[in-house]
Structures are given as structure tokens and as C-alpha cells.
Nanobody, 127 residues
Framework: QVQLIESGGGLVHSGGSLRLSCAASGRTSGSSLMGWFRQAPGKEREFVAAIRSTASASYYGSFVKGRFTVSGDNAKMTLILQMNSLKPEDTAIYYC????????????????????WGQGTQVTVSS
């Protein structure tokens, strides 16, 4: 069993920065794909960013527009999300996710691809 634990959320003013971290515990054996999703009240879960270890590639949701940077070590199942220039619309619960199974290329933005999830950390951006 793999547990993912997020940290680093909090309250920040518009234009500020936050750094989210995710660490895995339990029976970790590495992950080929790790990502961040977020969910605001009344909205569906939304893809934020992901790293694919096999290609050393990173991916971002269209709303990110260069404000966020994802990094991490998929072998150790650790993940970082550096968020800059935060906006009130970035307010949401942010979830760390990992895939430890086979998945189809190009599906990194789909929540259903990830089989391990953290409990989430709240990010609140005030105007």
C-alpha cells in the first residue's frame, strides 16, 4: 500500500507564492507518472501538472501559463509544485497523485490514470 502525503498549502495574498510537497510512504517502488490535481468547491477535479519519468518530461494545465513548476523524483515518489504569481482563482484543494501501473501515452491529464492519491492540501489565495 502506498500513501501520498501533501504539505505546504496555506493562505497567501494574490501575487504570492507557495511550494507544495508530496512524499510517499509504505510499499513504494517508484512511479512512472506523478502529478498534481486541484479541486475547487463546486468544480470538477482539474489537472495541474505532471512528470513522466521515462521521458523526463513535464506537463501543465493550460491555465498555468508559466506560473507553476513541477519537479520531483519519480523513483522515490516525491513531488514538488512551486506556484508563483498566485491568483484567487487558484484557490482549491491540491492533490498529489501517482501512477504505478501501465498507462497509455498522452493520458497524463486524466485523473483516472492515477491509482494513488493523497488527502490533499488547501491552498487559499486572497485578493
Amino acid at each position: 500500500q502506498v500513501q501520498l502525503i501533501e504539505s505546504g498549502g496555506g493562505l497567501v495574498h494574490s501575487g504570492g507564492s507557495l511550494r507544495l510537497s508530496c512524499a510517499a510512504s509504505g510499499r513504494t517502488s517508484g512511479s512512472s507518472l506523478m502529478g498534481w490535481f486541484r479541486q475547487a468547491p463546486g468544480k470538477e477535479r482539474e489537472f495541474v501538472a505532471a512528470i513522466r519519468s521515462t521521458a523526463s518530461a513535464s506537463y501543465y494545465g493550460s491555465f498555468v501559463k508559466g506560473r507553476f513548476t513541477v519537479s520531483g523524483d519519480n523513483a522515490k515518489m516525491t513531488l514538488i509544485l512551486q506556484m508563483n504569481s498566485l491568483k484567487p482563482e487558484d484557490t482549491a484543494i491540491y492533490y498529489c497523485a501517482a501512477n504505478t501501473e501501465i498507462y497509455s501515452p498522452g493520458t497524463y491529464s486524466r485523473a483516472a490514470v492515477y491509482n494513488h492519491w493523497g488527502q490533499g492540501t488547501q491552498v487559499t489565495v486572497s485578493s
